[in-house]
């Protein structure tokens, strides 16, 4: 098979973000000693650089290249500069930590590209294939990051786990993408999708492909009840890969499901939107409930990451555009939340000290009123309480779910949602009205405030004026 030069166009993030990571990690290794802040400039070059290519190629025809294995689409353009714009307000938190706790070195921003190269890829991929290999450079790259503090037994615990489960994950999705494989003859989402649309395929092994496949995406989300490993990971991590673990993968993933749920297997939906109804229900309360009798922040969160993976997958289970575009909207406002919440650890860490308990947010509006504000909107739009922009991010979900007539699916959610109030919101009481533990001043460096401001601004900002990313969520399933 020839391919022309021109098919390599749609593929210029990629190539561009795999090759700066390839140059990255070649200039780590020697001049990483002399230059120690060389790898962060490049990689946030690089990400800006990315962001700037992808939202570019917006308003280009969809095309379908290399063979049918890789896909640029409005969808892909739009999720490929969140990827990238995420990326880099995690680095930009994550540089301040190495100075609180002396751990992280240049690899770190070099295994975040690669890993940020697996999201791009499976944002674009147009077979089952592409899929699976974007899904595996992803996460490799997140099992090393999480054992980055060799000499930490939590982090190497979590390490373990991410990586046993996350191989019996990928097994059982690559055994479901191989009976799909075999029922309709192809791995080209298009022609699984027209396959499927023709009827006449063995039902019982669609059955089977599909629970599979249904399987290995909730892992990757983090649904109930394929969750074990959530809470482990996010609080063995280290906070700086925490921080970027709990954010733009779950872009990823979402694109994922849209590729294989929603694309290849859409006529299928009646099937799979059962599955999906049970995983949000569960994910809903187990998470929202099972947060409230958590003392580390960072678990807190975790359980908090299920909640919310529970709301999102409300959007994708409506099987509607509108439904598509809510979940997508979703998907990068809660990683916009995400980065903060976990960037305000890092803000309050210091030498030899990791502030992921709750008591460590005692009376924080007494030692800065601002931070202390800034964490108020942050919890305050992860609650769902408007302005913020997770009060409108929830509020789309819901309606695409009643416009399916599933009011009885959104009562839920909502029942859930108050519960899950109390624990964020018990965060604010800690800031504001109880008393410091310590009186131990916050030096924070200036980029540090300077992204911690922008971070909760930014969510404010986005619930007052929600109207511009909504739109653009909303055209890209037109």
């Not at 022309?4 to 700066?20: D, H, K, Q, R, W």
């Not at 147009?126 to 099992?143: C, F, K, P, R, W």
């Not at 039902?203 to 490993?229: D, E, Q, T, Y």
Request: charged residues 10%; contains cysteine.
């Amino acid at each position: 098979m020839t391919i022309a030069a021109t098919e390599f166009a749609p593929l210029l993030t990629e190539i561009f973000v795999v090759s700066m990571a390839c140059l990255i990690l070649v200039t780590e290794a020697f001049a990483g000693r002399r230059y120690p802040r060389i790898s962060y400039t490049l990689a946030q070059l690089t990400l800006l650089l990315a962001a700037l290519i992808s939202w570019s190629m917006l308003d280009d025809a969809t095309a379908v290249v290399l063979g049918g294995t890789f896909v640029h689409d409005p969808m892909a353009a739009v999720l490929k500069t969140s990827i990238a714009l995420i990326t880099f307000g995690a680095f930009l938190y994550a540089r301040s930590y190495p100075a609180a706790q002396g751990s992280l070195r240049g690899e770190y921003y070099v295994l975040g590209l690669f890993a940020v190269s697996g999201m791009l890829v499976m944002v674009s991929a147009h077979s089952l294939l592409t899929i699976y290999l974007g899904l595996e450079l992803l996460s490799l790259s997140l099992y090393a990051m999480v054992a980055f503090e060799r000499d930490s037994a939590t982090a190497s615990e979590a390490a373990m786990k991410y990586f046993v489960l996350g191989a019996l994950a990928s097994g059982m999705l690559l055994y479901g993408m191989s009976m799909l494989y075999g029922a309709t003859g192809s791995l080209d989402i298009a022609e699984i999708a027209t396959v499927l649309s023709a009827g006449g395929t063995n039902s019982m092994i669609l059955v089977f492909a599909l629970s599979f496949i249904v399987v290995g995406l909730a892992f990757k989300f983090g649904a109930v009840p394929f969750h074990m490993w959530v809470p482990d990971v996010y609080h063995g991590a280290p906070t700086a890969v925490t921080l970027f673990l709990g954010s733009a993968p779950k872009i990823a993933a979402f694109a994922m499901a849209m590729r294989l749920l929603a694309e290849s297997m859409g006529s299928l939906v009646m099937d799979w939107q059962g599955m999906l109804v049970i995983l949000s229900v569960l994910s809903l309360a187990i998470g929202n409930v099972v947060a409230i009798a958590q003392t580390n922040i960072k678990r807190m969160l975790a359980y908090s990451t299920i909640s919310h993976v529970g709301f999102l997958t409300l959007g994708i289970l409506a099987g509607t555009g509108e439904g598509y575009s809510a979940a997508m909207f979703y998907a990068i406002t809660y990683a916009l939340m995400a980065i903060g919440g976990f960037g305000m650890i890092i803000l309050l860490s210091r030498a030899g000290f990791e502030a992921d308990a709750l008591d460590d947010f005692r009376g924080l509006n007494a030692r800065s009123p601002w931070f202390a504000f800034m964490m108020l909107i942050l919890m305050f739009s992860m609650a769902g309480v408007p302005p913020t922009v997770g009060f409108y991010a929830k509020l789309s979900v819901l309606q695409a779910v009643i416009h399916i007539d599933m009011v009885w699916l959104a009562m839920v959610a909502v029942l859930f949602s108050i519960i899950g109030a109390f624990y964020y919101l018990r965060i604010v009481k800690l800031m504001y009205f109880d008393e410091p533990a310590g009186e131990t001043t916050l030096s924070v460096s200036a980029d540090l405030q300077v992204a911690m401001s922008l971070n909760g601004l930014l969510v404010l900002g986005l619930g007052l004026f929600p109207g511009g990313l909504l739109a653009l969520c909303a055209r890209v399933f037109v």
